[in-house]
């Protein structure tokens, strides 16, 4: 009888702290007029934040990545630049029918999991306006440095326990960062 009594209590006691709103960093624009932040308000819930001193601008009610992954917005507040710097392994397609008494051969070129998207740019409205993938940040023979997980993939330096410089805004507003075995690549808004 204690036991059901001790176990209700403590799920009350646990129940806002599961309910309890996470927020991501916020990040400042080049100029220093906007900033931007995930908000997760409960698991696969959330909400994309831009925000003047005087408060919200614009919000978009999707989870376009994690708290823990990288936002950037334009100096004009309009659009944000998010990088995930933990990426989900993408999905090999389906081989293509073999005929008879032909061999299998092993399709050339980057692995399919590296065909993913690592960046995107939204604008206000949550409307994806372009994408970067691994394979456009990395060579084939660059994909060897990437640290391979079992399901997804680190890939940037300055994250995750990788070493290096960290994903940033320059003062001319360019999101610049360092993909693993390769050189500085810039987002521009």
Known sequence: MRRPAL?????????????????????VSANGLYSVRLVEEAPGRCRLEVSKESGPVWSVPQCLGTVDDFYFVSNDGERVWVVWPLVEKGKAPPPPPKKKGQKQRKPKGPPAWANVAVAAEYDSKGNRLQEKRLTEL??????????????????????????????????????????VGGTTHQLTF
Do not use: C, N, Y
């Open 138 to 179: 990395l060579s084939t023979r660059q994909l060897t440095e990437v640290r391979q997980l079992t399901h997804h993939f680190k890939w940037m330096e300055g994250t995750l326990g990788i070493p290096g410089k960290g994903p940033r805004l320059t003062d001319a507003g360019v999101v610049e960062f360092e993909p």
């Open 7 to 27: 176990a209700l209590a403590l799920l009350l006691l646990a129940l806002p702290a599961l309910a309890e709103e996470r927020k991501g960093r916020s990040r």
